[in-house]
């Protein structure tokens, strides 16, 4: 298989794993239309309160019924003081989970970064354990 063509799988197995269980449109993706930032891949037509496909702590909206998922390749956010990430997790697929805030607009986001970059992060990061423990 092509590199292309796998990455283009990776990125369609990504969407279904986080963002489509969740989804009023369920595990088809034949919907699927690019997100509104031009670094980001998320599914733009993702509609559900909850999200099914992401661990406790990251998959509940709360007070928070404008909360959206961002999926990117690498960060390509500038995390500051505007868009502040608050947990970091690094789920089960090798993936890291963001959970943020920016503040100056009250929107929270949560960020999937493909791969590890705890590292370049700045936030309490949780474990395995600390999210067995929320509920």
Do not use: A
Not at 54 to 60: A, D, L, Q, V, Y
Not at 99 to 126: F, M, S, V
């Amino acid at each position: 298989m092509k590199k292309s063509l796998r990455i283009i799988e990776n990125l369609k197995n990504i969407i279904e794993e986080y963002q489509c269980p969740g989804c009023v449109c369920g595990c088809d993706i034949s919907c699927y239309k690019k997100g509104y930032d031009d670094d980001s891949i998320e599914c733009s037509k993702h509609v559900g309160r909850i999200f099914l496909g992401m661990p406790i702590g990251f998959n509940r909206l709360g007070m928070c019924k404008e909360t959206k998922i961002h999926i990117f390749e690498k960060p390509s956010w500038e995390y500051g003081m505007f868009n502040i990430p608050v947990w970091k997790f690094l789920d089960k697929n090798g993936n890291t989970l963001l959970r943020g805030l920016c503040p100056r607009t009250n929107y929270p986001w949560i960020h999937i970064l493909i791969g590890n970059h705890l590292d370049k992060i700045d936030c309490l990061e949780i474990t395995q354990k600390d999210i067995d423990g929320m509920d």
